[in-house]
């Protein structure tokens, strides 16, 4: 019995999930998104958490993607 085949894309969200998992447990994005509810409660936004996650996942992201070489 061999190891299972596992194709490129399902490496890729692998991959990705990891990236993901590892931004939302740091100290950091928990930091920036508890500030960014914040504000967002206090402007009066609709789903203040929801959008502060989001925003604060994708500045992480952005943050990340720019010291990594070539973007990637």
């Not at 490129?8 to 100290?27: G, K, N, P």
């Not at 500030?35 to 996942?57: N, V």
């Not at 992480?60 to 990637?72: V, W």
Request: hydrophobic content about 40%; aromatic content about 6%.
């Amino acid at each position: 019995m061999g190891l299972p085949l596992i194709d490129e894309h399902h490496q890729e969200l692998r991959t990705m999930a990891r990236e993901v998992a590892s931004i939302c447990a740091s100290e950091e994005f928990l930091s920036l998104k508890a500030e960014l509810e914040d504000l967002y409660r206090l402007s009066g936004t609709d789903e203040p958490a929801k959008l502060a996650f989001q925003d604060a996942l994708y500045a992480m992201m952005s943050q990340r993607s720019d010291k990594s070489p070539l973007g990637s």
